[in-house]
C-alpha cells in the first residue's frame, strides 16, 4: 500500500540479505521510523514490544527471526532455542506457531551447511504468500461492499466499520479487513470507514487511520464505544474485521472489544464479517473458549500515549493512583454472531462445514 504516494511493505529483506527491515509501530502515527533487525532477539523484542503486531505480520517477524537464528549459528540446539525465544513472545495470534514450527521443520530436515539460506528463502515465501492470500481476501471481499451499497438508497456511500488495525500494517501488505476497502477504493466504490479507537493501545486510531490516511480513504475515527449507535441509526452497513485466531469451528479471538462489536451488528442486523488467510485458522482447535488470552501490562489501560504541543511523544496517566487496572489484549466472538469468513479461497460460512468447504485437504488432519 502507499505511504506519501510510495509503495511500501510492513517488513522487508534489506539490499545486503542479511538484516530485515520493519517500521516501528510504537512510533505511528507521529514518526515513520524503520528499524533493522539482525538477531533473533530482536526479532522476538520486536514481537514482544509490539514494534510489529498483527497476527500474520507476527508469523513473519518469526519467520525471519528463525533465519536471523540460524545466521548465527545453524545447530539443531540453536534451532530449538529459537523456536521456544519465538514461541514466548505473544500467546493468541496462531500465525506464530504456524510460522516458527514450518520453519523448525523445514531446518530440521535440512543439512546445516544450507539451512541459512533455506530459511531466508523459507521466510521469504511466507512474506510473499501472505501478501498474495491477503490480495485473494480482497477480491472475494470486494462484492461483499459492493452489494451493500447496492441495497441502500443513498448509493453516494457505503459505510464500513472496522475494529483495531487489520491493514497492511498487521499483514506483509494489503492488510486481510482492509484489503477490500482499500481494493473498493481503488475501483472507484465510495467506501468511507468507521475506525474504532481501540484502546487500551489504540490501534485503530493511531494505525488504522494512518495507512487508511496514506492511501487517500475517507475515514472517521471515533470512540471505541460509538460502534452501537451509529448501528441502531442505520450509519454502518457492514463489519469487517480481523482475527489472531479463528477455531475450525469458526469462532473468532480478536482484539478487545470485537466480541462486543459483533453483538451490536447482531442486534441491529448489520452483516459482520471476519477477513482471514487460512494460516490463521487453529484446525486443532473446535471451542473459542480453549484460544489463550494474551494479558498484558496494565500501564497499557491506565496511562496513554500521545503527542505533546511540543512534538515530543509522552504517556500521561489517565486514571486514579492506586487504582487497579487490568488489561486483557483479546477477546471470543461465537461464530453464530459472524455471518461470514473471508478467506483467501473465497467467503464461507463461520462453521467447520463452511471452513472444510473451502479446504477440504483439512478433513483429513483434525
Ligand atoms: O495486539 P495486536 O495489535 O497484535 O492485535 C491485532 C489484531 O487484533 C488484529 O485485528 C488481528 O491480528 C488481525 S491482523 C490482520
Given at each position: 500500500m502507499k505511504v506519501a504516494g510510495q509503495s511500501m511493505r510492513s517488513i522487508w529483506l534489506e539490499a545486503d540479505g542479511v538484516g530485515v527491515g520493519i517500521i516501528d509501530q510504537m512510533r505511528l502515527p507521529f514518526e515513520l521510523r524503520t528499524q533493522r533487525l539482525i538477531t533473533v532477539e530482536e526479532a522476538a523484542h520486536a514481537i514482544r514490544a509490539m514494534l510489529v503486531r498483527g497476527a500474520p505480520l507476527i508469523g513473519a517477524t518469526a519467520a525471519y527471526g528463525m533465519a536471523l537464528a540460524v545466521r548465527a549459528d545453524p545447530s539443531d540446539a540453536a534451532i530449538a532455542h529459537a523456536s521456544e525465544l519465538l514461541l514466548a513472545?505473544?500467546?493468541?495470534?496462531?500465525n506464530l506457531r504456524w510460522a516458527v514450527e514450518d520453519l523448525r521443520t523445514l531446518l530440521q530436515q535440512t543439512p546445516a551447511e544450507r539451512r541459512v539460506e533455506a530459511a531466508y528463502r523459507r521466510a521469504g515465501e511466507i512474506a510473499e504468500a501472505d501478501i498474495a492470500m491477503n490480495r485473494a481476501i480482497a477480491g472475494h471481499g470486494l462484492p461483499l461492499i459492493s452489494q451493500a451499497l447496492a441495497r441502500?438508497?443513498?448509493?453516494?456511500r457505503v459505510d464500513v466499520l472496522t475494529h483495531c488495525n487489520a491493514g497492511w500494517l498487521a499483514t506483509v501488505?494489503?492488510?486481510?479487513?482492509l484489503a477490500p476497502i482499500y481494493l473498493a477504493h481503488d475501483e472507484g466504490v465510495p467506501v468511507h470507514v468507521w475506525v474504532d479507537e481501540t484502546r487500551p493501545r489504540n490501534q485503530g486510531a493511531s494505525l488504522t487511520a494512518w495507512e487508511l490516511g496514506q492511501h487517500g480513504v475517507p475515514h472517521t475515527v471515533i470512540a471505541d464505544n460509538a460502534g452501537g449507535h451509529l448501528m441502531q441509526r442505520g450509519r454502518v452497513d457492514l463489519c469487517i474485521v480481523g482475527t489472531d485466531r479463528t477455531t475450525v469451528t469458526g469462532d473468532v479471538a480478536n482484539k478487545i472489544g470485537t466480541y462486543l462489536k459483533a453483538l451490536a451488528a447482531h442486534d441491529n442486523g448489520v452483516p459482520f464479517y471476519v477477513a482471514l488467510p487460512?494460516?490463521?485458522?487453529?484446525?486443532?482447535?473446535?471451542?473459542?473458549?480453549a484460544i489463550p488470552i494474551e494479558e498484558r501490562n496494565a500501564d497499557e489501560v491506565s496511562e496513554i500515549a500521545g503527542r505533546l504541543d511540543s512534538g515530543e511523544i509522552a504517556r500521561v496517566r489517565?486514571?486514579?493512583?492506586g487504582s487497579a487496572a487490568a488489561n486483557y489484549a483479546f477477546d471470543v466472538t461465537p461464530?453464530?454472531?459472524?455471518?461470514a469468513l473471508i478467506t483467501e479461497r473465497g467467503v464461507c460460512a463461520a462453521s467447520r462445514e463452511g471452513l472444510l468447504s473451502l479446504f477440504p485437504e483439512r478433513w483429513a488432519r483434525p
Open positions: 513472545t505473544r500467546p493468541t495470534a496462531v441502500k438508497a443513498d448509493k453516494t501488505d494489503w492488510g486481510t479487513a487460512s494460516p490463521t485458522v487453529d484446525w486443532s482447535l473446535a471451542d473459542g473458549r489517565v486514571i486514579p493512583d461464530a453464530k454472531y459472524v455471518t
